[in-house]
């Protein structure tokens, strides 16, 4: 696994050269360790289960109908727009424009991660952001030239540090990137924390650009947009994707919603990527966007139950468990088990036990925040969470 590469600041070297500086990303490397050893894949975030069949039936009628199978209009198929719009307006009464620029479908919320910050940021702008972070987050922030200043969520309950957050704004801050619920913590940022945020953008006249693709995954926490506080819509980009809340990660559906400066700012950039976006997916998520608010409770309850197997499991073999409140990972602290650090143990661990987790000391600038911290996926079947515990346990039991 490459160490996490130096890119705090924006530096002289060329772009080409920064892209390869990065590496392949942990996830994907993870996942190879894992089919060549068979190990039970706890690591990448991927469901092992399809969404509701109702969905995939949507995609095979667009595929045959004739009428997606060429480019898609540059934001996206206009029913996917209108559902986006209805499900931010019914939910949580956020009002968005979908044929007036306000709402862009986009290749995963991941290329609208990237294109938020290529279109937002301007090379030595500074973008504060919260650690561990998602490893796109670094990539995009370095390929837009941007600096990034981690505020650091710390163990054991990673909350947002508000003086921390307070310190890491300057003059040169341009937006504050956020993710809640958070991975890889499962921390959902509470009201007072995005009140926080929030007060400090409109002190400070920042952008925020929030990835909220976990928004329908929470146990008991409330998710709230933080484009919902007074003042905020108006500079906030707002990130989702059909891939954890459908459990269709392959269909890279994503889109960023918020007003037109904002957003156009993201459509351009997301332009000279991709153009546009695979057509026929968009009408089946726009059906899946309609569905039943049952399908997300009945989701939400299951994978629920499946935290609490993984983390009773994880507790029981001596680790200390974070039980996350939103996502579908789970965060333990190995010391227990002897080895020197996450990495150590992540490498060791399927030849050792014939299972794959992901250190969190790779989604840190300060290793030393999650040396012992590593990261178990539990949007599994039961069968493979209990293969994995059962593995676990011959191991380290
Ligand atoms: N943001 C976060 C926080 C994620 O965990 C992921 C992984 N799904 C993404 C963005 C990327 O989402 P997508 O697969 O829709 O590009
Ligand atoms: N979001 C997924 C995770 O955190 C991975 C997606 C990816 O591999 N880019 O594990």
Redesign the pocket.
């Given at each position: 696994m490459p160490a996490t590469p130096d890119v705090t600041a924006a530096s002289d070297a060329t772009y080409a050269a920064r892209v390869r500086g990065l590496g392949t990303t942990v996830f994907a490397e993870m996942s190879a360790l894992a089919q060549r050893t068979g190990a039970v894949n706890l690591g990448q975030?991927?469901p092992d289960t399809d969404g509701p069949p109702e969905v995939v039936e949507a995609a095979v009628r667009a595929l045959r109908s004739g009428r997606h199978n060429q480019y898609a209009p540059g934001p996206g198929v206009p029913a996917l727009r209108e559902s986006i719009a209805t499900h931010q307006h019914v939910r949580y009464g956020l009002g968005v424009d979908p044929d007036g620029g306000e709402v862009v479908v986009?290749?995963?919320?991941?290329?609208?991660?990237a294109a938020a910050l290529l279109g937002l940021v301007d090379p030595g702008d500074e973008v504060v952001v919260l650690e561990p972070y998602?490893d796109?987050y670094v990539a995009g922030i370095q390929m837009a030239g941007g600096v990034r200043r981690p505020v650091t969520l710390r163990a054991p309950d990673f909350r947002l540090d508000t003086d921390a957050l307070r310190a890491a704004v300057s003059p040169r801050t341009r937006l504050v990137l956020l993710?809640s619920p958070?991975?890889p913590t499962g921390t959902v940022l509470t009201r007072d924390e995005l009140s926080a945020v929030a007060e400090l953008a409109i002190e400070h006249d920042l952008l925020v650009v929030t990835?909220e693709?976990?928004e329908h995954l929470t146990y008991g926490a409330e998710h709230v947009p933080i484009a919902t506080w007074p003042g905020m819509a108006e500079r906030t980009v707002t990130?989702s994707?059909?891939?954890?809340t459908f459990s269709f990660?392959g269909w890279?559906?994503?889109w960023a919603t918020g007003p037109a400066h904002l957003v156009g700012a993201v459509a351009a950039a997301k332009q000279y990527l991709t153009f546009t976006s695979g057509a026929p997916l968009q009408p089946a998520v726009a059906t899946a966007l309609g569905l039943p608010d049952q399908v997300l409770v009945d989701l939400r309850v299951d994978l629920q139950r499946r935290r609490d197997l993984l983390c009773d499991g994880l507790s029981a073999l001596g680790l200390e468990v974070f039980v996350p409140a939103g996502?579908y990972f789970a965060t333990t602290d190995i010391s227990p088990l002897g080895y020197p650090d996450g990495t150590a143990f992540c490498l060791d661990l399927p030849t050792r036990a014939g299972v794959v987790a992901i250190p969190h000391q790779v989604f840190y600038d300060d290793a030393d925040a999650g040396r012992m911290l590593v990261r178990w996926a539990f949007c599994k079947r039961d069968q493979m969470l209990h293969e994995a515990l059962d593995r676990l346990t011959r191991a380290f039991g």
């Open positions: 975030g991927f986009t290749t995963g919320a991941t290329e609208a991660v998602y796109s993710n958070h991975n990835d693709v976990y990130i994707s059909a891939g954890k990660t890279k559906v994503g996502t």
